[in-house]
Structures are given as C-alpha cells and as structure tokens.
C-alpha cells in the first residue's frame, strides 16, 4: 500500500534558521511527490513537484526537496526561515491522480 | 487571473439543516474535487467529476451528494449536516484524470460550522 509519512506533527524554528521537514514514503511505483502549504483558514498551496527528472526540486518562497529513492524520503527545507513562513505544510504522494496525504507538520516560527 | 473560487468563505448551518457549498474555476480544467478537512488533520477527499463522470469516494456517506451543472461550477450538498460534519471544505481542479502527476489547484476553502 502506498503511503506518505511526515516525521513530527510540529518544528519550531527561530527566524534566519534552517528549516527541514521531513518526510518519507512507500509505494509500489515510481512516486510523484508534491510538498503543499496551508497557511490558516486557507486552501493548499503547492510549493513544488517530484516527477521524475532532476532529484533536487526547488519551489516557491526559496523552499527545494531533495527527493533520494534509496531512503525513500522527500525532505522539504528552507536555508533561513522567515516569519511568515509559520504554516501547515502537508507532503503528498500522487497514486494515479489521487492524492495521498501525509499527517501534516505544522511549523512555528520564532522571533 | 485563472484561479479557483469557493463561495462562501464561512457558512453557518442548523443541525439537519440542508446546506450547498459552491466551487467555481477558470480555469477550464476537466477534473474537480471536493475534500473535507477537520481540524488538525489532512483533507479527505470525498469525490470528484472528470467532466461529467461522477467518482464517490467508498466511504463518501451519502449525505454528502455533488453536482456539476457546467465545466465551470461545482457543487456539495450535504442533505442533513450532522456536528460531525463541521470542517473545511475545500474543492480543487486539476486538467485531466489519470494522468499522474497533473497537479491539483485549490480554493481557499469553506468553512462550515454546525449549530
């Protein structure tokens, strides 16, 4: 069964410091990996992609995911994290156009 | 800009008290979804139309129930909202079905609360 892990619900960080969520995944087939983010009372917003290609995938607002097969893992990370960075940030793993969520890391972001 | 738009933001309802939420696009894509979202957790996705092609998710209840008059529009209607039902809705699109990878543009959702 195919299935997408987020390795702690919460992550504080200070301001200016590195961000990594962490996430890992199984499935059957080469994945397709999205990171998305929810900011409160908001939809999702994608932040970027894993198709296939290139392994390092940058996105949106300086953030890139490094995706490593032998780890099966797809971890999300900023070098200096800004206030208005504090959201909900979900990894997703696409199983032929449906969508398989993983829980859910909210971070906070201190001053 | 092409986007997606939920209508309304916030929506209050009576306990057994039919309710719509509506969901409309420009973006001119085939596929829509309905996803419910409680608090703290990951959205559920509930059903979607590739076009006119209905698809419930198995453990979809029936009082939750979709229309889509048009390419543009898309609507949830839950028959007898339940507390438990409280959440946010959010509705995305995506171009086609299914093509892996084809990524999925959400609203800013509703959010709907049961008195």
């Known amino acids: 069964a195919q299935s997408v892990t987020q390795l702690g619900s919460h992550v504080s960080v200070s301001e200016g410091a590195l961000v990594l969520l962490r996430c890992n995944y199984s499935s059957s087939v080469p994945p397709y990996l999205f990171w998305y983010v929810q900011y409160p009372n908001q939809g999702l917003q994608l932040l970027l992609k894993y198709t296939t290609g290139a392994t390092l995938v940058k996105g949106i607002n300086g953030f890139e995911a490094e995706f490593k097969k032998s780890e099966t893992s797809f971890h999300l990370t900023k070098p200096s994290a800004h206030m208005s960075d504090a959201a909900e940030y979900f990894c997703?793993?696409?199983?032929?156009?449906?969508?398989?969520f993983g829980q859910g890391t909210e971070l906070s972001v201190k001053p | 800009d092409a986007m997606v738009i939920q209508n309304p933001r916030y929506q209050v309802t009576q306990f057994g008290k039919p309710v719509t939420l509506s969901c409309s696009q420009t973006?001119?894509?085939?596929?829509m979804y309905w996803y419910q979202q409680k608090s703290s957790q990951a959205p559920k996705l509930l059903f979607h139309y590739y076009d006119k092609d209905f698809n419930n998710e198995a453990d979809t209840p029936d009082n939750f129930q979709s229309r889509r008059p048009n390419t543009s529009f898309c609507f949830l209607d839950i028959r007898s909202p339940g507390l438990g039902d409280a959440a946010m809705y959010l509705c995305a699109t995506s171009r086609a079905l299914p093509r892996v990878s084809d990524t999925q543009y959400f609203g800013p959702g509703t959010r709907l609360t049961v008195l």
């Open positions: 997703v793993l696409d199983q032929g156009g449906k969508l398989i």
């Open positions: 973006l001119n894509h085939n596929v």
